[in-house]
């Protein structure tokens, strides 16, 4: 069965320091792997994807993420954390063109 | 770039009402979807629409819950009955690569 997995409720970080929001999925087959944010009482905004090519990418506000095949994980990063990344993200997968599965979500404070 | 567009962006209602989501897909996507989330919970798959009929539902799809595509380019999501459970924020998204739009926020009352 499709599942993914964000281990971290909450990652905290100080404004400046890099940053790494966790996600690892289990599904057969070739993924399409996404992050999303949300902020407080507003939609999921599209971060970034991954549906084939370089196992690096990049998306908006600085964001990147790592596909890993072989360690099954999608993890989220940026170089240096902003006190406006606070919001809570949301790994998410699909085999395309079927449902896609969220992950339970991570809320990041970074600190000033 | 295309956007997904749904209304209304928020929704009350009272108790056993019916109500319609609408969403406007990006032109010429084939795959259509919704989601909802209850405030403070994950993201749930609702339903998928392909070649104009259902493709796949989930288990909280009941009898309840209905899409349609009525004109070609609205994608509705109907709920009768509404109960105060389906208080939620709804999504539509379009794609394989799921577009989201901003969602409807529903409170049933």
């Known amino acids: 069965a499709q599942s993914v997995a964000q281990p971290e409720d909450q990652v905290n970080v100080a404004e400046g320091n890099p940053l790494t929001v966790k996600c690892t999925y289990s599904?057969?087959?070739?993924?399409?792997l996404f992050w999303y944010v949300q902020y407080p009482n507003r939609g999921l905004q599209f971060l970034l994807k991954?549906?084939?090519?370089?196992?690096l990418v990049k998306g908006s506000y600085g964001f990147e993420a790592e596909f890993n095949k072989s360690q099954t994980s999608f993890h989220l990063k940026k170089p240096s954390a902003l006190v406006s990344d606070s919001a809570l993200y949301f790994c998410?997968?699909?085999?395309?063109?079927?449902?896609?599965?969220f992950g339970a979500g991570t809320r990041l404070f970074v600190k000033a | 770039e295309p956007e997904v567009t749904q209304t209304p962006s928020h929704q009350v209602t009272q108790m056993g009402q019916e109500v319609i989501l609408r969403c406007v897909p990006i032109?010429?996507?084939?795959?259509f979807y919704w989601y909802r989330q209850i405030l403070g919970q994950k993201v749930e798959f609702l339903v998928s629409f392909y070649n104009n009929e259902i493709s796949e539902k989930s288990e909280i799809f009941d009898d309840q819950f209905s899409v349609e595509r009525p004109d070609g380019s609205n994608f509705t999501l109907k709920i009768r009955s509404t109960k105060l459970e389906d208080s939620a924020m709804y999504f539509c998204?379009?794609?394989?690569?799921?577009?989201f739009g901003s969602g409807t926020r529903l409170t049933v009352v």
């Open positions: 998204a379009s794609s394989e690569t799921h577009t």
């Open positions: 599904v057969s087959g070739n993924p399409y």
């Open positions: 998410a997968v699909s085999l395309g063109g079927f449902k896609t599965i």
């Open positions: 032109s010429n996507h084939l795959y």
């Open positions: 991954y549906i084939t090519g370089d196992n």
